[in-house]
């Protein structure tokens, strides 16, 4: 059954700390990644997303992901975070072959002191 | 261009009532998806559709029923509600389906006593 990871449910961070969020996926074939973040009060918004070519990609207000197919992982990095990046982050994984099933895992609870 | 809207956004249950949730899309989208997210356990996929008429069982489908009888609206029943259905509900749409990117609902927080 495909799954999805995460390993940190709650990390507490400084300000222009440097952040990873690590996420690892269980799945057969062809796979396309994400990373979603839920701001408090607010719907899922989409932060960067993976399909093809280059396993580094970047997303929205600084954030980047390196997907590793060996490693059946898609960790979520930010050099330097700030205060507006406290949040809940979500990785989620659909493939070629299941339909259109978006999976995601448990979530990381980011929270940035001041 | 109002994406996905949910409705209602609140609702308290007893247990044993009914009730059905309201997505709707105004994007064209093919796939829609309900989702119920609790506390460390991130979302988890209910059921979703991948066309007008066409329904699927998700990860936890057990007490919900769904329906798409118009391509942009998904809805979502509890036909008897019970406490472990208390939870924020979900709803989300894609173009195609790998999931390009999914556009989230604002969510329908239910409490069900």
């Known amino acids: 059954a495909q799954s999805v990871s995460q390993h940190n449910h709650h990390v507490i961070l400084s300000e222009a700390a440097s952040l990873e969020l690590g996420c690892n996926y269980s799945y057969g074939g062809t796979v396309n990644l994400f990373w979603y973040v839920q701001y408090p009060g607010q719907h899922l918004q989409l932060l960067l997303k993976y399909f093809s070519g280059d396993p580094l990609v970047k997303g929205i207000k600084g954030f980047e992901a390196e997907f590793i197919k060996s490693k059946f992982s898609f960790n979520l990095r930010k050099p330097s975070v700030q205060w507006s990046d406290t949040a809940e982050y979500f990785c989620a994984v659909t493939g070629s072959s299941n339909t259109g099933k978006l999976i995601f895992g448990q979530g990381t609870t980011l929270q940035v002191k001041p | 261009n109002a994406g996905v809207t949910q409705t209602p956004k609140f609702r308290v249950l007893k247990t044993g009532q009914s009730m059905t949730l309201l997505c709707a899309q105004d994007m064209n989208h093919e796939y829609m998806y309900w989702y119920r997210q609790d506390p460390g356990m991130g979302l988890r996929l209910i059921h979703y559709s991948v066309g007008e008429g066409t329904t699927a069982k998700g990860e936890v489908p057990d007490g919900y029923n769904v329906s798409r009888l118009k391509k942009q609206n998904f809805l979502l029943g509890l036909e008897s509600a019970a406490p472990s259905q208390t939870s924020v509900y979900f709803c989300?749409?894609?173009?195609?389906?790998?999931?390009?990117?999914?556009?989230f609902g604002q969510g329908t927080r239910l409490t069900v006593v």
């Open positions: 989300a749409s894609s173009y195609d389906r790998v999931a390009t990117e999914a556009f």
